[in-house]
T-cell receptor
Framework: NAGVTQTPKFQVLKTGQSMTLQCAQD?????MYWYRQDPGMGLRLIYY???????DKGEVPNGYNVSRLNKREFSLRLESAAPSQTSVYFC?????????FGPGTRLLVL | GESVGLHLPTLSVQEGDNSIINCAYS??????FIWYKQESGKGPQFIID?????DKRQGQRVTVLLNKTVKHLSLQIAATQPGDSAVYFC????????????FGQGTRLTINP
């Protein structure tokens, strides 16, 4: 099993550009999550999906949208990127309580 | 406000010694706690978890202790190895039945040869 996979690994955007971060898991988990990690801030929840067909806002949802495409895939979209969205983005999945993380996407917005 | 916090941002230990990483929490209703290890450039990796109805749980070379009286969580790593160098995060589930976790900011563990 690959676990949780994320694409791309790195991305550089200009302010105002849009992009979608992809996440997939092969553990048949019901719940999936998107976090951002900034220096000194720890992991902050952007959006989560408790099950296929549902999504909910987390702590820092502004400037982001998500789509739970199916049970395996959960994407994060930046419609108009801003420098404040420069961060490392992690996707995670869970069946019960323990969350399992992907390798991350490093995003730089210029 | 309430937060999951750590007593020390960095911890340096000698190879072969035991490491103890601490975490304080403020929400007495939290019922589940988890420790993650994050190596440089990688995603957080699950280490061990514990429910609030337990005081101690052991894994391979790791032990988590939970003291609900003082709202304190610790991760003990036995015979620390160079591969244990990483940032360690604790996280808590604050609402029973909820799936969201709240993460602390992390402690960097460095191993001296």
């Amino acid at each position: 099993n690959a676990g949780v996979t994320q694409t791309p690994k790195f991305q550089v955007l200009k302010t105002g550009q849009s992009m979608t971060l992809q996440c997939a898991q092969d553990m048949n988990h019901n719940s999936m999550y998107w976090y951002r990690q900034d220096p000194g801030m720890g992991l902050r929840l952007i959006y989560y999906s408790a099950s296929e067909g549902t999504t909910d806002k987390g702590e820092v949802p502004n400037g982001y949208n998500v789509s739970r495409l199916n049970k395996r895939e959960f994407s994060l979209r930046l419609e108009s990127a801003a420098p404040s969205q420069t961060s490392v983005y992690f996707c995670a999945s869970s069946e019960y309580w323990a969350q399992y993380f992907g390798p991350g996407t490093r995003l730089l917005v210029l | 406000g309430e937060s999951v916090g750590l007593h020390l941002p960095t911890l340096s230990v000698q190879e072969g010694d035991n490491s103890i990483i601490n975490c304080a929490y403020s929400n007495s209703a939290s019922d589940y706690f988890i420790w993650y290890k994050q190596e440089s450039g990688k995603g957080p990796q699950f280490i061990i978890d514990i429910r609030s109805n337990m005081d101690k749980r052991q894994g391979q070379r790791v032990t988590v202790l939970l003291n609900k009286t003082v709202k304190h969580l610790s991760l003990q790593i036995a015979a620390t190895q160079p591969g244990d160098s990483a940032v360690y995060f604790c996280a808590e589930r604050r609402i029973q039945g909820a799936q969201k976790l709240v993460f602390g900011q992390g402690t960097r563990l460095t191993i001296n040869p």
